[in-house]
């Protein structure tokens, strides 16, 4: 029998340092085994648990497209135990890979469409993963127009630096960069993502909106683009839970009828609305989002 | 660890920084022979010894655990060690209610001056834990399956 | 018991009118037969709510910690030294909390009741005095009161409250003090059967972690079971790990523990949980003259010292 | 497809469970201490059924507390892993409840479906389950009001009935034909099977019914955010034990053990009422309090698993009801919900 509790190996390959803090990196892993590689077929949106033998698992959206076969690329911020040790770890280690996990971004539904991606600060992973594989010159004519709104607190905190740049020069993709904070020699947007998506005002006519990062810039940037006039059944949001299998059985993600990591995490604004208003809770706006381990009060 | 065969104790000991591991440091420049047993673990003060420490040792497979801090008085930070030995006390009185072998967690006070006397120290607490034999209570014996035989390297 | 129901009603009744507390956190009639539990009356009209009776046995401090409003506690002789211990260590003000003191003659082991009359099924129990009372379907039985007692109460000393504002009925006379005559039985046992005797409780632990959460003095915000960085013992009811969990809980009440017995009666599957911890309580009276929970004015063992303090135990080569 | 029922004499009851620890792994109810609980047995004579119900569910037979999912042994630049298997001889569950059976159908439609966990189903595809009926229910029983009974034969392979001095035994599916081939069994009587009615039909009557379920799930969709959550849940301690005793809850944990270069990955119980169970990395915990937490037991067991299990979270045995150190009482809080007030 298929036991989805057991990972198969990857090495690291290259480990690139995204931001001037160092706390975030992104891993370059190969797979060891072949047969791995001829199973694992995923479209961007979707996630892995990357496991660190001895320290646990993690899960992790896939930072790649699927167009680069031979490579996964995942983006870890330094937090805990798992990405501690994986922090620490070098060229040429292996750590355990389960995947591909969740649904993934509904390409078929992006057809012949307009995209709006909003991304922020580490939440940006997965619009990577979309937004190369959109560019991609066996997938680009598929899709209309492409925006892409991405911000961090400071520059030195963008990912993707070289995408960024490849990015910036392509003709049918329209790049917002912005920081909270604007520092000496920073051309792009200076102010929160919601408010350059505002600025910004994507045409929602034929258009799908996807919106990825903390709680709190989903909880702000929801209202605007409904201003802006998209319907919900025309905004996917991918949700941030604590998982741990990865394959709707631990009960850790379960959000009303839903687990986020099994019939997630992408999902959109109309099936959001459908499920209890816990669901809500996902877009920060629970008001406290208290750093509680409050045992029992 | 067992080269000639006989069980040799793992014994780790929690040295404070200003006293005990000085004397220890002037037992070995004044070349006094004592027993290798002791793996010297060093710590500002023996009030920083948690007592997870004593235990989490005890888990991993080590035969004894001791403690040295300055003589009560003459501490660096001036209270660390009276309020360690009112925590040893209850510890060490707990620990051997619960079953742990009496002499397998060891406290003593040892100055920087007293190198001789830390010998003499290691040498009982070895002897001590020697006549116990390995330490079997609290350790944790994980079953590696067919990777069994690497546990302990 | 039924004078004392009143009397707290009306103290209640008094407190809410006068706005002097937001809740008054007592005790109602729970849902099965042998059974009260904690309620919350915040409206004085729910005041009716309120019972006294034999198996009032939870400790109500254990609701105290980080809570904001002004409140009043029933509260029997073990809950005021916890709410004495808890004032000390800053989880509430002494003006925050209204003690109703009821002196208590110790709560009932139900488990104790259903086993005297085991396979029948009570249906209904009444306490007369020192008698308890049971009807079922078919039958109907006295039993001794002073026989069903918690172990907990069995050696309780402290029936008073030893702190109160307002006192329900009248104090009782109390006891000499504990005599630990069960530790020192225990300790006169050798190491190995001792080890085997803890052994064989802490295998019967599922850690649900109900005694930790039921314990009035266990508030920490992030317990060491729940810590990562660095991760002190692992999550399975492993041997080793559950016995440093029970070892290392006892020791971080040493000196604070109240020895209410909310642990053991929390616990689903009946673990010896309190003999570590009146062997602690023991210890930190013959080495440091100390019990807990008896003044606010005096400080804990563990947060103080004296240079003369015994050191017997420090090995002297 | 079940086979005919026969009749097993209880003084014969002892050499049947004999033949049947020769050959498989027997789990009943024994006594331990004051605790009757469900444990292995090496002879007859430790087996207790004479019991109301055993304090921890039998799904700790097929889904233990701490279950050894691979061992790895991880060295710079390479690792291997290798995954434990279980042993060929089968598994009887024997004298268990009808609600704990039931229980176990739970489990198998959450750890069956599409993606299939390997160590439960493995185990659970050679276990036979052989139930007792219930003619004494606790007072803490509500089993006929979550769609089960003190005699359903729901989720069992082989359902057991109490006459007096022997049992009836109703072969449920073909999976007690070669238990009900032992030849202790004896043709059933029309004078047994009679008795056997007669004491089906008395063994619900002792248990009032309890829990007003039909308007159950739009209640709490509608409630989800009603301040009554705040007064039905002030004074749960959030400890696990609820979950722990229940023989539906299914919720667990991964985490390493590790020593040196090998390992193990387990798996471990965990309960929706710990804080940690959804504390995310950045802090941020979407239900931070006991309210949230105990909201979510209850929802998941009467709203969600009824829409993707199409039965509910909940098989009646009580023993939340019994082992609650606060006596929250789920039939109490299930019936003010669904009349839609405060307690």
Known sequence: MENPYVPFLMRIEEIIVETEDENIKTFELSFVGKADEERFVYTPGQFAEISVFGKGEAPFGMASTPTRPGRLAFSVSKIGVVTGELHRMEKGDVVGVRGPLGNGYPLESFKTKSLVLVGGGFGFSTLRSLTNFILHDSSRKDYGHLTVIYGARRPGLLLYKRDLEHWRERADLQLHLTVDKGENGWQGHVGFVPDVTRAVAPNPRNAYAVVCGPPAMIHFTLPVLKELGFGDENIFLSLEMRMKCGIGKCGRCNVGSKYICRDGPVFSQQELSRLTTEAHMQEGCTGHGARCTEKHR | ?153 | MRQLTTDIRSIARKLLQEKKVQVVIGFERGSMPLRSRPCFVRKEEDVERLVWDGFCENTLAAYLPKRKEKVAIVAKGCDSRAVVELIKEKQAQREQVILIGVPCRGMIDRTRVEANVAPKRILQAEEREDVLILKGSDFEQALSRSDLLHDSCKTCTHPNPVLHDVLAGQPLVEKDGDSFSDIEAFDAMTSEERWAYVSKEVDKCIRCYACRNACPLCYCPECFVDASLPRWIGKSTDASDTTIFHLMRAYHLAGRCVSCGACERACPVGVDIRKLNRKLQKDVKALFGYEAGLSLDETSPLATFRPDDPEHFIVNP | MSSPSKILRKVRLASFLERLIQERQVFAPVREGEVILIREIESPSQVVLEYPNAKESPKSVLFPQRETLFWYRAEKGKAEVDIPRDKEQGRVLFGIRPCDARGLLLLDKVFGGDCRDPYYVGKRANTVVVSLGCDDPNPSCFCLSMGGGPCSKEGSDLFLLDVGDRYVAEGVNEKSAALLADETFEKLDEETAALAEKVKRASGASMHPVVLKEKLVEQLERLFNDPVWKDLTESCLGCGICTYLCPTCHCFDLCDEAAGTTGERIRVWDSCQFPLFTQQASGFNPRPTVKERFRQRIMHKFSYLPETQTMPGCVGCGRCVTECPVNLDIREVVTSLSKGNAR
């Open chain 2, 1 to 153: 660890m067992v080269e000639s065969g006989k069980w040799e104790p793992k014994i780790v000991a929690f040295l404070c920084n200003w006293c005990s591991y000085a004397g220890a440091d002037l037992a070995g420049t004044s070349r006094i022979q004592y027993p290798p047993n002791v793996r010297i673990i060093r710590v500002p003060c023996s009030g920083r010894v948690n007592a997870f420490f004593i235990l989490s040792s005890l888990q991993k497979g080590v035969d004894g655990v001791l403690v040295s801090g300055c003589h009560p008085g003459e501490c660096h930070y001036l209270t660390g060690n009276y309020s360690a030995r009112r925590r040893f006390a209850l510890l060490k009185n707990l620990l051997e209610f619960a079953g742990i072998e009496e002499g397998r967690v060891q406290f003593s006070w040892v100055s920087a001056s007293e190198g001789v006397r830390f010998a003499k120290l290691i040498e009982r607490v070895t002897t001590r834990i020697k006549t116990l034999g390995p330490s079997k209570r609290l350790v944790k014996t994980p079953d590696r399956g067919p990777f069994h035989a690497a546990v302990n390297d």
